[in-house]
């Protein structure tokens, strides 16, 4: 008897919520709009934050490919750099850089809202955070990569100084014109129809141009041009190195996919063609360098793939992946004629890189977002992509290079010639690395 | 007595230690060094740019033994030693005045 009460009673539990059911409507995407919508809010915060989280860790990625493609007489340095650009450069991208990128901007040239992330004050919308957290760390890849230019000879106190400016003005002011609207903003570029979904011009580019201008005001290292010839200067771990092109390519993850800011179904594309034009990055460096230096270079096979990432960044969202295979591949071949370019016949000395693998082909990944376009390609398209190419070269280029050449009259911007042998790593910061190793000049002359 | 020294190449630091174990030498001692021979160093590329290395990397190995042992320990390294390639490096044989074991305090050939 017991059990058939206790029977009838669990059926009834049961059928409690089946007949509340049944006398509300059948649910419907209309019927919950609200609650899909509260749903989606959170899976886009949760996407842009962790995004976000993946792009602050490429500043490790710069940090071990600087370091392992320098000498380890200037490891301790090159940590300090790309430690202080991030800290530094994000205190200044709160105070400054955030309003002239995204701030109401009336004339489309820069914002003029927002100075000390304001706009969270006034309207306690958790976005703006979630939205500038992942802006930071943008502004924070586009300094870091000036410092691999000018890498084993800039004195730390001016390092310090260029890259607070160039995460507070050079890099915000440019961004403002392209990527104004995704908050407050409106640029003049954005306007026009430019594309450049996460940054190939806007961050890689901008890096890069500002990394040039340092490493011709700066000079060469001591030693890397003996009678006008170029001469290698190995660097020091090419496993550090390795590690940090790993590291930056997972980042790179959230840098392209992450910039859909939003939890969709555009992910997918995205992170297919950033695969994609990586791999034949590095394969396109990898037969290019066979070709011309008898070997496969794997320091510029490396390189490879961090310009099939670069090639990719703008037109991630906009090309088909067959396109991006092709866009990596020409990024992997251009980045190693380009590093030997820059190196041998313009006689700018580069340590990583950075140059060839941002600058140049940031701008090779810009057009090809224009020409490469899945919905077919205009004139006017590639009119304006070239037009954003040239805004950034001639906006960044001048600027950095008034910067650096203000610094060099007044703090200096290079470590003293003896520090510079004895490694900045002593001089700068009076510790070794290394302190159990040999870590000074060998006789050859390339020293480790 | 004589005190041999042998530069060769790393790889075959094993090889010759066990070919000189086997004739029954009572020690021997392993320096890393680098230097230069008829070579000259050789050339490597580093980002499109060649460069000489003007110092490469060798094991020098040092033994000491009696007289009636040199000949045969000369053999033994030179074959163990021996790749055939350039770089296999070389023997250098050296007078020896007095071999002292500090914990015994035994002197010449005892020693060894």
Redesign the interface.
Known sequence: MKRWIALILLTLILAVPLMAFAEDSVPTVTGNAEAISAVQKNADFLWTLVAAFMVFFMQAGFAMVEAGFTRAKNTVNIIMKNLMDMSLGAIAYWAIGFALMFGVSKTGWFGTTGFFLSDYAADKDPWTLAFWMFQVVFAATAATIVSGAMAERTKFVSYLMYSVVISALIYPVFGSWAWGSLYKGSGWLEGLGFIDFAGSTVVHSVGGWAALAGAIVIGPRIGKYVNGK?????GHSITTGALGVFILWFGWYGFNAGSTTAANTDTALIAVNTTLAACAGAFGAMII?WI????P?A??TLNGTLAGLVGITAGCANVLPGSAILIGLIAGVIV?LS??FI??TLKVDDPV?AVSVHGVCGAWGTLAAGLFNADGVTMKMIGVQLLGMGAAFLWVFPTAYILFRVIKSTIGLRASAEEEREGLDLGEHGLAAYPDFQAHT???G?GI | MKKIEAIIKHFKLDEVRDALNKIDIQGMNVTEVKGFGRQKGHM????????????LPKVKLGVAVADSKVEQVLKVIQESAKTGEIGDGKIFVYNLENVIRIRTGEKGEEAL
């Open positions: 170029a001469k290698a200067m190995p360098s011309k230096f008898r070997k270079d320091t510029m190693v590093v030997v190196d041998q890189g060998e006789p050859t390339a | 490597e590329v580093y980002r499109g740019v060649e460069y000489e290395v003007k110092f």
